[in-house]
């Protein structure tokens, strides 16, 4: 008992640490910043964050409530993204930073650069490059490295690039719009309706979740 309260104590030392230390850094907005500048940031960081992470470390999120995080999700995109390479070897801060290439958007809006850096909590699980995962992603106001900032949440922050999760996002992708442009993410041109699509034709299974589609025709989609 003693044992996990020290842990919870010190977790907590360390976040106040990580986020005074991460203060400093994000004023310069991370612009002009190699990887290795990352990693000289500050040695005296590394074993806060280090033992943080060790005790709120994340777990893959299941794959039964991809469905479920994507239709709630609010935020500015969800994207397919190879992983090319982590920008630190240790957390900075409280966070994992990593340069990924977007190869499509599902839902929100498409980046304005292919390469964008992602942030991730530093208790999530960590990212090996070349993989490619599934990722829920806020736009950030600053630039790492001149390129688009995004940051996930928690742990459900990021899905593996699974079957089940790829078939659902694409399917959905077919009606989605970028809220800032106007324009499907299929490249079908938006039509309009008379009717919601859901409520003139239903899905047959109760279970379905019914999606409109307003991306090339007045469809539905029963996922």
Not at 168 to 189: D, F, H, S, V, W
Request: proline share 6%; charged share 15%.
């Amino acid at each position: 008992m003693k044992v996990a309260f020290t842990l919870i104590l010190f977790a907590g030392l360390c976040l106040v640490q990580s986020d005074r230390s991460l203060e400093d850094t994000k004023g310069k907005s991370f612009d002009g910043l190699s990887g290795s500048d990352f990693e000289q940031i500050s040695d005296r960081q590394a074993l806060c964050p280090a033992i943080l992470c060790i005790a709120l470390a994340c777990t893959t999120p299941p794959l039964t409530s991809f469905p479920t995080d994507f239709e709630g999700f609010t935020g500015s995109a969800v994207f397919l993204a190879t992983v090319v390479k982590r920008l630190t070897t240790t957390c900075v801060g409280s966070q994992h930073l990593y340069v990924v290439r977007v190869r499509r958007v599902f839902k929100g809006c498409p980046p304005a650069e292919r390469r964008v850096v992602v942030e991730l909590p530093c208790f999530a699980n960590a990212l090996k490059a070349g993989d490619n995962d599934i990722f829920f992603a806020n736009l950030n106001t600053k630039t790492v490295l001149g390129l688009p900032w995004y940051t996930t949440d928690g742990c459900s922050g990021v899905y593996p690039s699974a079957s089940p999760s790829i078939r659902y996002a694409n399917q959905r992708r077919n009606g989605e719009i970028c809220p800032i442009t106007g324009k499907c993410l299929n490249g079908q041109e938006v039509v309009k309706c008379f009717a919601d699509p859901c409520q003139v034709s239903p899905c047959p299974n109760a279970a379905s979740i019914c999606s409109s589609s307003y991306c090339g025709g007045c469809n539905r989609l029963c996922l």
